[in-house]
């Protein structure tokens, strides 16, 4: 086990991650492009080589921009994402092979397949992509969708399709539909080219939520539409624009009874060139996957799904000749289902007690499905085939770990990007009918992993039976030690799993070697076990997430892992929340948190995310109080120290400043970490630096170590 410094931790991409990432078979089926930094960095460059054992070779590489350089929607567009790459950060090929799309820092460039000249189409625009033929791009500039032929000389060329009221958009995904729904898309070309569907979102009844730029020099402050729980959400309609009349026709949204209060989960066009829409309720209860007839912009529902607890997202769609793959969780588990045109089910193409996470190819001629799940245990991911006639699936993936597939268009092989508690990232070409390796393109030359000790991956019993994963950094020599707790503890997330992103968390490596056991625990409610296992908070959060972090604990102690009088809890976002959750309503356990961008209440949080697991605040009033921290502060009798973005547009900084009113009127005290210049993540290397320090510094303090 080495020492591991703070500066290591602030600095990317972390030892053994390093890797090429955005795969892409080329449609000519002989090259891999992909991007990739040459020097070890994150500043990446659009890379090919041909296959099985061409040499790698940069094909596009960009002028380097700061960051901080980048247009307001770029950057929002990164958080969205998480994005912390720089250069090329996507790119994308026109089916026909003959030309590469690739935007960046809100220009949009093309180049003449991978030996070709590249030459920038436009200075600014949103959401880029060719259509289907590869003859146009279409994009979102001021709000409004346009296309542009792909071989113009000069932007002035694009023609605009849209034209709506002024302060609204058209072609771009609200808010909700980006960072909680999956949906970054706001338009989508039919396979014939000829129309456009697009988003028509009206923001305008929402209130502003203003946020000043408080440690800027200058004045600088931005507005956004955040629709908080309970309250109103954007108007979004459904349009399809004919591409070379401008003509548009709108669709009628609806679900059930419903016409108004819904959303628009995911836009789809069939074989056939048909418009289909997913639809979910308010509630999040229902789910509809409807046909339209764009004449008379009727609807004809294919598939509902309903559940008692929520429906979750998914992208699990392929239209075929035949009819359409979908995914479904009405057994508890998300598996993939075959339907008819008209909606009638043909087969339960998958079935049992672990669900499938994407659709990674499908053969139609052979009447074959690859995709990943977690069939061998939610700990590993795995690459899987299997017939439509729901014939036993087969895995192509070797045994043991995590693995991001890639399939060739051609379908002869695929690319398994994998790692596992003791393997760094590995990157392999293997035969897509056996699954044997055909050669390593990318394995670890890092010297850094060296002297990493992977995490003890452990199980806990619960108090009601139920069995937990866990992971223990422990120092070196005979415990018990003061006990750190890392948390995140919310639905849609999974932080214990055979992967060498969890040997990597360098803050806890970091604390281990100053001498404290780190502990992480998937506590009920999170994700990649099932619905019932997700669905046990639904209306109570911080309840049964707080329990099972707290016999987490005891198990540590029972191990002799831990000193039961010098037990800490740090976490960011939901693990912040978590953090004050587990300090407020179990201080006989946790005697310190570190909370970083808390939900404190979730009536200060956006519908999508926070209705899907609570209600409205309107219909479950009691379940919003008890699981605002507010409500448990007169249980803090252990140090806090909070932290926070002052320009944090998802987490609002209002959270922590309504809990601060609620801990000064009750005199509790505490620390507080303020970074006038980050959003919900910090990214600026100096202030990671300063907070790594402030959190290790006070456990050190409140811990005794």
């Not at 960051?67 to 720089?86: F, I, N, S, T, Y």
């Not at 004045?219 to 629709?227: K, L, W």
């Not at 976002?573 to 948190?593: D, Q, V």
Request: proline residues 5%; aromatic residues 10%.
């Amino acid at each position: 086990m080495r020492d591991v410094s703070i500066d290591e931790i602030v600095s990317y991409p972390y030892p053994g991650m390093r890797s090429p990432i955005h795969f892409s078979f080329a449609p000519d089926g002989e090259h891999l492009t992909y991007l990739d930094d040459p020097a070890g960095g994150l500043r990446r460059t659009l890379m090919a080589r041909k296959i099985p054992d061409g040499e790698p070779r940069s094909i596009f590489s960009p002028t380097h921009r700061d960051e901080a350089d980048l247009p307001l929607e770029e950057k929002l567009r990164r958080e969205r994402l998480r994005e912390r790459g720089q250069g090329v950060t996507r790119f994308f090929w026109s089916r026909t092979g003959q030309k590469l799309l690739i935007p960046l820092a809100g220009e949009v460039w093309i180049q003449d397949g991978i030996d070709g000249d590249a030459r920038m189409l436009l200075s600014r625009a949103q959401g880029p992509t060719f259509s289907p033929d590869g003859r146009l791009v279409g994009f979102v500039s001021g709000g409004e969708v346009y296309v542009i032929d792909v071989d113009a000389d000069d932007e002035s060329a694009a023609r605009k399709l849209t034209d709506g009221e002024p302060g609204t958009t058209r072609g771009l995904a609200e808010y909700i539909a980006q960072e909680e729904m999956g949906r970054m898309r706001g338009f989508w070309f039919s396979p014939d080219s000829r129309q456009i569907a697009f988003v028509d979102v009206d923001e305008r009844h929402i209130p502003e939520y203003r946020i000043l730029h408080q440690g800027a020099d200058r004045r600088i402050q931005e507005s956004h539409a955040y629709p908080f729980a309970g309250e109103k959400n954007a108007t979004v309609r459904l349009g399809v624009v004919d591409v070379q009349t401008g003509q548009t026709r709108w669709v009628k949204l609806s679900i059930g009874d419903e016409t108004e209060d819904l959303y628009l989960a995911r836009v789809h066009w069939d074989r056939d060139n048909q418009l289909l829409a997913e639809i979910q309720d308010r509630r999040q209860t229902t789910l509809e996957l409807a046909r339209f007839d764009l004449e008379t912009g009727e609807k004809t529902v294919l598939v509902t799904e309903t559940s008692d607890v929520w429906i979750n997202l998914h992208t699990l769609f392929f239209a075929m000749k035949d009819g359409f793959l979908w995914g479904s969780e009405q057994t508890g588990f998300m598996h993939l289902r075959h339907y008819a045109a008209d909606g009638t089910l043909k087969a339960a193409v998958t079935a049992g007690d672990w669900m499938v996470e994407s659709i990674a190819a499908v053969d139609v001629d052979r009447g074959e499905v690859y995709f990943t799940a977690t069939r061998d245990s939610p700990l590993q991911k795995h690459l899987y085939v299997v017939s439509l006639d729901g014939s036993a699936p087969r895995r192509l993936t070797p045994a043991g770990g995590y693995h991001h597939c890639t399939v060739s268009l051609q379908r002869r092989q695929f690319l398994d990007r994998s790692s596992d508690v003791s393997t760094p990232n590995r990157i392999t070409l293997r035969d897509l009918d056996s699954g044997e390796a055909i050669q390593v393109l990318h394995e670890n030359r890092d010297s850094r992993v060296e002297g990493l000790t992977p995490p003890e991956m452990v199980t806990v019993t619960t108090r009601d039976g139920e069995t937990l994963y866990g992971a223990l950094y422990a120092p070196e020599g005979d415990g018990p030690w003061p006990l750190l707790v890392s948390v995140y503890g919310g639905p849609h997330a999974q932080r214990v799993y055979d992967n060498w992103a969890l040997t990597v968390d360098l803050r806890a490596q970091h604390l281990r070697t100053q001498g404290f056991a780190v502990f992480k625990l998937d506590n009920r409610g999170s994700a990649r076990r099932g619905l019932a296992f997700e669905g046990t908070l639904r209306w109570n959060m911080g309840d049964i997430e707080v329990r099972d972090q707290v016999d987490g604990v005891a198990a540590m102690v029972a191990r002799g892992v831990a000193d039961p009088k010098r037990v800490g809890v740090y976490g960011w976002s939901y693990g912040g929340y978590m953090s004050l959750m587990c300090l407020a309503k179990a201080p006989e356990t946790f005697a310190a948190a570190a909370s970083g961008a808390p939900v404190t209440h979730w009536d200060t949080y956006d519908t999508h995310y926070t209705e899907r697991y609570m209600g409205r605040p309107q219909e479950n009033p009691e379940g919003y109080e008890r699981s605002a921290v507010m409500a448990h502060v007169d249980g803090i009798t252990g140090d806090l120290l909070l932290i926070h973005g002052l320009i944090d547009e998802n987490v609002l900084f209002r959270h922590t400043a309504r809990l601060i009113n609620a801990l000064n009127r009750q005199q509790i005290p505490y620390d507080l970490l303020l970074f006038p210049d980050e959003r919900h993540m910090p990214r600026g290397a100096r202030d990671r630096v300063y907070m790594e320090t402030r959190i290790r510094d006070f456990f050190k303090a409140s811990l005794g170590q």
